[in-house]
């Protein structure tokens, strides 16, 4: 893969990287942190990329991976959070009661749930990039909406 095919690609699907990391994440910065580390992780393994029909889903299993070790390490060190600055047009944080329902689940459900609502992935898709049947997607979806309907009640919310 060229660095023009690598950038292309990465375009196609950074706004789904970005909705994925800041619902996962406490802040701005380290959702771009995050992104940034699955983009270098990615283009320095892009060789081995043998499909690139995959490269999207190949991509938001990194970012996940990435994710999943920040939050490790998060909870091993914490930090003081400063205030979060949106920068760019382009890109509107979702409801605040929404995200903080969103990281407040556990990331076998949180995963999933951003999987197929914010990058529109298929059950079936997020069952792969997770690694698990279809029907432990289904149920682990499932499980995150019964949590978010107890969490954020009657209210309307979209992510």
Not at 24 to 29: H, I, P
Not at 74 to 86: I, V
Not at 130 to 137: H, V
Request: aromatic share 8%; glycine share 4%.
């Amino acid at each position: 893969m060229t660095r023009d095919e690598f950038e292309q690609a990465v375009r196609g699907c950074e706004d789904k990287l970005f909705r994925i990391a800041f619902l996962s994440l406490r802040n701005w910065a380290d959702c771009q942190d995050a992104v940034q580390e699955a983009l270098l992780k990615a283009w320095s393994a892009s060789a081995s990329l043998k499909h690139a029909e995959y490269f999207d889903t190949w991509l938001v299993r990194i970012l996940i991976n990435v994710i999943r070790d920040a939050t490790r390490r998060a909870a091993r060190h914490p930090t003081l959070e400063l205030s979060d600055a949106y920068p760019g047009a382009d890109f509107v944080p979702p409801d605040p009661d929404l995200a903080n329902a969103v990281r407040a689940l556990d990331g076998r459900l949180r995963a999933p749930l951003l999987l197929k609502y914010v990058a529109g992935y298929s059950v079936g898709e997020v069952a792969r990039i997770l690694r698990i049947t279809p029907a432990q997607a289904r149920w682990r979806l499932e499980q995150a909406r019964k949590k978010l309907r107890a969490s954020l009640g009657d209210r309307e919310a979209t992510l």
